[in-house]
């Protein structure tokens, strides 16, 4: 569907004279047969003549970029451009507008991902990205050095094509990578947070650690070092929240603040590393009542992960589920009703006592019904 859209946008593109061509991952992905995230769309227009012909935002204008909303999917119209040197390890300083596609493929990361494609899926191709896609070959469009030096994320996204594709890095690729590891160290925290995330998200994560360690790229991620040497030993691959966890976990509970963690995130992770620690064995029902079920769930897999527990989930959720109180909520008795049985009025003590009376009915000493509430509070009164 989106791609007859695009073909449409190339064809009208085309007939006001400008040349157009789909390129990037909906190419490759196309020729694999995959699904594809997002559609990138090259052509001779300029980004104003882009915008006279479609309705568009300026979302990218710095590097020539504009949006195009249909049905609410974006398609990225780029203009062929050649990209002038850069001084941040990351972005060009400028950019130069080009009549040339051919600039425009030469100035993308890795062949793979510079392979044209028109509206009648004629491809296009100058890099030897077909032939690359076809022996599973990650390969820097270009001397290696000079692109990583240009920008350094890509050192990190030739792993994240290696753990979504399960494509080997080739050999002078990776020899680089590992030479220009230390200019990750120049980069955006934000950055290299996000691309981590997605390179842990791959299908082939695993293999992509590994790359990581042997070309020592772990070391430049400071705080999960331990947690990607772990992380390649393992059976099966973790999900993201478990890496972090478990990194966390393997930190003692605190991992270097440059991550950019959202509020939420980091609070799960503290707070599964927390419950992993405290209890390395056996998770009990206090535990289960104070974290919540989430939290247990990640800290039970953190220790199946580090091989000091079976996987519970399924039991640690019957569990959870059968707790005769989740919350001061459930407690038998209102608030009302225990200031009234009490006769006081409510303070510093009140919370105090709520709490008393959950641990006492998890610990099963108490049952939550009203009739042995009574009867505990009153037995307080004296
Ligand atoms: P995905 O499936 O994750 O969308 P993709 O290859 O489409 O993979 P994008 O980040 O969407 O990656 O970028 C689209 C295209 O833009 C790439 O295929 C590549 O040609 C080019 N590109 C993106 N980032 C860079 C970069 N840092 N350096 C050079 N070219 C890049
Ligand atoms: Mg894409």
Known sequence: MSLSIAKNIIRDLKRNGYDAYLV????????????????????????????????????????????????????????????????????????????????????RDFTINGILMDERQNIYDYVGGQDDIHHGIIRTIGNPDERFNEDALRILRALYFESKLGFVIEEETKRSMERNRHLIEMLAMERVHTEMIKILK???????????IDTGIHQMLPGLEKGILHTVTLPEMPFVDTFFAMAFTLNQGVIPSSWTFSNVHKHKYLKASEVALKYPNHIPDEALYQYGLEICLLANKVNFNLGKVKYLSKKITETYESLPVKSELDLALTSNDILNVLNKKPGAWFG????????????????????????????KKV
Do not use: C, W
């Open 202 to 212: 791959g299908k082939h994560a695993k293999k992509a650690l590994q790359t990581m």
């Open 24 to 107: 990037g991952g909906v190419v490759r992905d196309f020729l694999m047969k995959q699904k594809f995230n997002d559609i990138d769309i090259t052509t001779k227009a300029k980004p104003f003549e882009v915008m006279k012909l479609f309705k568009a935002v300026p979302s990218g204008i710095k590097y020539g970029t504009v949006t195009v909303l249909y049905d609410n999917v974006p398609f990225e119209i780029t203009t062929f451009r050649k990209d002038g040197p850069t001084t941040d390890f990351r972005h060009p300083d400028s950019v130069i507008y080009s009549d040339d596609v051919k600039d425009d493929v030469l100035r």
């Open 352 to 379: 105090q006592l709520k709490k008393e009376m959950v641990l006492e009915i998890l610990g099963k000493r108490l049952k939550n019904t009203k009739e042995d509430l009574i009867k505990y509070l009153e037995s």
